[in-house]
């Protein structure tokens, strides 16, 4: 059973263009969860999915952040006309119910130059 | 808003020691506490849990303590050993959601 999957692991996107964050949750797992962490901080919530449905968006960026999680194939993460603001490393967890612990992926690492 | 609370950035304990790391939430309808576990590059790995109902737990050299009173909970490691050296983040989740809020992490060193 493999981990959370996510890719790539390192994103350099220059300022204005789009990033695609991908993340395949474990084999049964239908949570998936955005983290996004900033340097020298914690891990921020930004959003949570089930299967086609948004269940919270709290932590997500009103303007040019979206999340997506279809029935078939990973979440997507997009960010629209990155600024150097967004580098950051983002972070793709998973569980099979709320009452279980959450696995993470690797993480992908997001540049803005 | 910080609701999870890791006051201390930076721990250094002697191998064979205990490792205490503490976190506080000020948010009292956290019902679930996790521990995480994160190397440089690496994901945050699951450590340890907690619901609200008990005040221990135990698994092998980690044992969490959860004081609702004080809305406080801690890690002990012992004995801490070098593999443990690593950034320990508490986190909490409150019934109505399922998000995880996450404290701002601890560093661990473990020295020989």
């Known amino acids: 059973n493999a981990g959370v999957m996510q890719n790539p692991r390192h994103l350099v996107r220059r300022r204005g263009q789009e990033a695609r964050l991908r993340c395949s949750p474990m084999k049964g797992h239908s949570h998936v969860y955005w983290y996004r962490q900033l340097p020298e901080e914690g891990l921020k919530f930004m959003v949570y999915?089930?299967?086609?449905?948004?269940?919270?968006e709290s932590g997500m960026p009103k303007e040019r952040f979206s999340a997506e999680f279809p029935k078939e194939g990973p979440s997507i993460l997009r960010i629209q006309q990155v600024v150097r603001g967004d580098s950051a490393a983002y972070f793709c967890a998973s569980s099979p119910s709320r009452e279980a612990e959450a696995f993470f992926g690797q993480g992908t690492r997001l540049t803005v130059v | 808003d910080q609701q999870v609370k890791q006051n201390s950035p930076s721990l250094s304990v002697q191998e064979g020691r205990i490792s205490i790391l503490n976190c506080d939430y000020t948010?009292?309808?956290?019902?679930?506490f996790l521990w995480y576990k994160k190397y440089p590059a690496e994901g945050p790995t699951f450590l340890i849990s907690i619901s609200s109902i008990k005040d221990k737990n135990e698994d092998g050299r980690f044992t969490v303590f959860l004081n609702k009173s004080a809305k406080h909970l801690s890690l002990h490691i012992v004995p801490s050993q070098p593999g443990d050296s690593a950034v320990y983040f508490c986190?909490?989740?409150?019934?109505?959601?399922?998000?995880?809020?996450f404290g701002t992490g601890t560093r661990l060193q473990v020295f020989p």
């Open positions: 999915l089930q299967k086609e449905n948004i269940i919270d």
């Open positions: 948010n009292s309808m956290f019902d679930y």
């Open positions: 986190a909490a989740s409150a019934r109505d959601t399922d998000k995880l809020i």
